[in-house]
């Protein structure tokens, strides 16, 4: 037990280094903008990459989806193209406030909203319980640590004098971070909801873990959709179509580095909760967060996206990343009651 234990907990800590990493490869794109990067990352990390790993790993899968009533797959577009409006935002946030700040917001959002919306729409009765009250301890702690983080960062960028990011920018940027954050828990439902299709999966002899790759293919292509549509938009705006015959080969490189480090960190993370056992949810799961709120700070420190950030910036925003990371435990807390 104790060696799965281990085992869980590295396949957790590496899956988070890779996941909080994934935005790092575009920031290396030299010829191609934001538009061009996203699109060929979401082609690869949303589409081609689910649909090829379910394909070849769940058994039967095209019987699957052939017996499959039009209701088992309602659920997993509904929420997944909700949960795609959010993978757009995100995009934008990390090229509006930055890659550290982005994910502190909306990864401390997810983490509660989803869990939040999951036990009032599945558990209703536990919402006035332990647990629920817990939750929403969790909720008042995340709205003071949000706090903090957005208050290092105007400072940092009234300190850095930047005209792209100050002002009316930057508070556009927090309220494209909050609604990213709000959608982020979407893909929990639309798993959650999309038991028909896990069922078939297991009778057709999947393994728990396996069986949720049968479920990838809808959720994630029905959040490709506005992906593209967005994408699709900035091209014929900004003319930028013909900036993929540009260093084409890095691009894609780039872009399938990117995939492969969102997918391999939300792959493994399933891997590694799996392997834990009953406290997967919990104990995995606050690991999982902190490695992934830790390892983005770090990373956007590594980038100078904090460079002219005074001392006193520097203390706020760690205090607010500590503040998000006591949120996330006190959210694990309300896990293991459930474990």
């Not at 095209?62 to 088992?72: F, K, L, V």
């Not at 028909?196 to 002899?205: D, N, S, T, Y």
């Not at 091209?235 to 391999?264: D, M």
Request: a positive charge.
């Amino acid at each position: 037990m104790e060696g799965n234990f281990g085992i869980a907990s590295l396949l957790i800590l590496i899956s988070g280094v890779l996941n909080a990493s994934f935005p790092l490869p575009m920031k290396f794109s030299r010829d191609w903008r934001f538009e061009n990067n996203w699109l060929a990352f979401t082609t690869l990390a949303l589409l081609v990459v689910p649909a090829g790993l379910a394909m070849m790993i769940v058994p039967e899968f095209r019987q699957i989806y052939a017996a499959a009533s039009p209701g088992e797959f309602l659920p997993g577009i509904v929420f997944g193209f909700l949960w795609g409006t959010a993978q757009v935002t995100f995009g934008l946030s990390i090229e509006m406030v930055g890659m550290a700040m982005a994910f502190a917001i909306v990864v401390g959002m997810s983490a509660v909203i989803g869990s939040l919306t999951t036990l009032l729409v599945l558990n209703p009765e536990e919402a006035l319980g332990s647990r629920g009250l817990i939750l929403m301890a969790s909720a008042l702690i995340l709205a003071a640590g949000l706090t903090l983080y957005a208050k290092a960062g105007n400072r940092r960028e009234t300190e850095s004098g930047s005209a792209a990011r100050s002002g009316a920018s930057f508070r556009k940027g927090m309220a494209v971070c909050l609604y990213t954050g709000a959608m982020g828990g979407m893909i929990n439902l639309g798993f959650a909801f999309s038991d028909g299709i896990l069922g078939r999966a297991k009778l057709a002899g999947a393994s728990p873990l396996v069986a949720t790759l049968a479920v990838w293919p809808v959720v994630l292509a029905a959040g490709y959709v506005p992906n593209l549509a967005y994408t699709a938009y900035l091209l014929v705006r900004n003319r930028s179509g013909a900036v993929f015959g540009r260093s084409t080969g890095r691009g894609v490189l780039l872009a399938a580095a990117a995939a492969f480090f969102w997918l391999g960190g939300t792959l493994g993370y399933g891997l590694g909760a799996a392997t834990m056992g009953r406290y997967g949810t919990s104990i995995g799961f606050a690991l999982y967060m902190t490695i992934l709120l830790l390892w983005s700070t770090i990373l956007g420190i590594l980038t100078h996206e904090w460079r002219s950030a005074s001392r006193g910036t520097l203390r706020l925003m760690q205090a607010g990343v500590v503040v998000i990371l006591l949120s996330v435990l006190v959210l694990s807390a309300g896990g293991l009651l459930g474990s």
